[in-house]
């Protein structure tokens, strides 16, 4: 095969591969978006039209390949791994399902621990790509007030597993009892003891700084559940 002939091979090659890894219906969307000539790359392709050094180098540059990609032999043409690093993709397509859970308020989140939540009245719907061995225990909340800020802001969504067990270091949401009333709140867990009972002492830590650390030897702690994802809107 001589090299213009390799050239329109590789080109086509090349493409196809464009086409699928970005989703494109044709060429021409292939064209469109890095601004070629569909009819140029047509006759490219398909051998009406010449297809030279400077041709080949020009468009391996404009896309993005590597140089030299249109002249390699096609046994060894690797369009992905020539791809010029500048327009590899740093993001993969998410094929995990989605799974509809309740939006709960505060309040709903601290009868959980108690009875768990009874299907009725929440804020609302929320998805995740989370699976838990138990989803009945699966919820979401929004944040509220700035004590996890700058990682958490208010509005964001978090989802909490109410059937794991709190290790130290975990993000959980749980209830304070002080002066007989009972409040939830979003914290890190921490253990710093153990008791003359042998249960642990644990301290609820804000990551703001500007906010006090909670310690159950103050206070009444029971944890509901563990904070395992976090979604945030982004404004546009």
């Known amino acids: 095969m001589d090299k213009i002939e390799q050239r329109r091979k590789n080109l ?7 086409n699928k890894e970005l989703g494109f219906k044709s060429d ?5 978006h890095f601004d070629l ?7 490219l392709v398909n051998g009406h039209g010449s297809f030279g050094e400077r041709a080949a180098r020009n468009l391996e540059k404009k896309v993005g390949w590597v140089e030299g990609l ?3 032999a096609s046994d060894d043409l690797n369009v992905n791994a020539a791809k010029n690093s500048q327009f590899e993709s740093n993001v993969s397509p ?4 989605l799974q509809a859970i309740p939006l709960l308020d505060y309040v709903q989140a601290g009868l959980f621990h108690d009875v768990g939540y009874d299907g009725l009245n929440p804020l609302g719907t929320s998805w995740t790509t989370y699976k838990s061995q138990r989803p009945e225990c699966v919820f979401s909340l929004k944040v509220e007030g700035t004590s996890m800020s700058p990682e958490f802001q208010p509005g964001d969504e978090i989802v909490v597993d109410g059937s794991l067990e709190a290790k130290p270091g975990a993000l ?8 007989g009333e ?11 003891g153990i008791n003359e009972f042998g249960v642990d002492v644990i301290e609820l830590v804000p990551l703001n700084p500007d906010f006090p650390t909670l ?3 103050q206070i009444d702690i029971s944890i509901i559940g563990v904070v395992v994802a976090h979604n945030r809107k982004f404004k546009y």
Do not use: G, M, W
Not at 28 to 32: K, L, Q, Y
Not at 172 to 179: D, L, N
């Open 215 to 217: 310690n159950s030897n």
């Open 172 to 179: 959980v949401i749980a209830q304070e009892i002080k002066h």
């Open 28 to 32: 021409t969307s292939f064209c469109e």
């Open 37 to 43: 000539n569909a009819s140029h790359i047509s006759q």
């Open 182 to 192: 009972a409040r939830t709140t979003f914290k890190k867990y921490r253990v710093i």
């Open 94 to 97: 998410v094929d995990t399902p």
């Open 12 to 18: 086509r090659a090349a493409i196809d591969a464009a």
């Open 70 to 72: 249109l002249d390699v």
